[in-house]
């Protein structure tokens, strides 16, 4: 069975910075593409940022520049750097990989 457990988020002002982490568990990680995803509190989960296994990237409209997505394959590890924060990302955010969710970590981004 596939566990994605996340970390890192919390509470940061506008214009902050954080970083996510989500450790995996129990799939071929070095060939799966990792992906993070957002669901604010009145909206619906969508696409914040992806990563195949060779390292090319996708990331969702929204996303403008202030997120990196990277993996780190030997400690099966997808992160996700965030600068920028600005209170309309507040969301859950949560790592995905075939089919596979984590339970999510919160980010909340105050003005």
């Known amino acids: 069975q596939v566990q994605l457990v996340e970390s890192g988020g919390g509470l940061v002002q506008a214009g902050g910075s954080l970083k996510l982490s989500c450790v995996a568990s129990?799939?071929?990680?070095?060939?799966?593409?990792m992906g993070w995803y957002r669901e604010p509190p009145s909206g619906a989960r969508e696409l914040a940022a992806t990563?195949?296994?060779?390292?090319?990237?996708n990331y969702g409209a929204f996303v403008k520049g202030r997120f990196t997505i990277s993996r780190d394959n030997a400690k099966k590890t997808v992160y996700l750097q965030m600068n920028n924060l600005d209170p309309t990302d507040t969301a859950t955010y949560y790592c995905y990989s075939r089919g596979w969710w984590g339970r999510g970590t919160q980010v909340t981004v105050s003005s």
């Open positions: 990563i195949t296994s060779s390292g090319y990237t």
């Open positions: 129990g799939n071929d990680f070095s060939n799966s593409p």
